[in-house]
């Protein structure tokens, strides 16, 4: 009885470890998100340019527009969240 309830209290403690930890994980990328919106594009590396598999060619990347830069996933979710949050206020 006594060896269950030990784990038990085991798993509670990593929970408790654990959840915190992502939260502030979470809220820092937010932060990040928040700061810096756009990272480089993974697509071009930053570049806005894409060459062509044949020839010597370049053309604009398709991903970033030839920007260079995407919104990063975070910044997307805050992006949505408010947009959502300035329908429902009206
Ligand atoms: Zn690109």
Redesign the pocket.
């Known amino acids: 009885m006594t060896t269950l309830a030990a784990t038990a209290t085991t798993s509670g403690t990593l929970a408790g470890l654990l959840c915190p930890l992502l939260m502030i994980t979470t809220l820092c990328y937010g932060i990040g998100c928040w700061f810096w919106p756009f990272a480089t ?1 993974r ?2 590396s930053g570049s ?1 340019r ?1 060459r062509f598999p044949f020839g010597r060619a370049f053309g604009l ?1 398709r ?2 527009a030839g ?2 830069r ?1 919104l990063r996933i975070g910044r997307r979710i805050i992006n949505g969240l408010r947009e959502l949050h300035d329908k429902g206020a009206r």
């Open positions: 594009c697509k071009c806005g894409r990347c991903r970033c920007d260079g995407r």
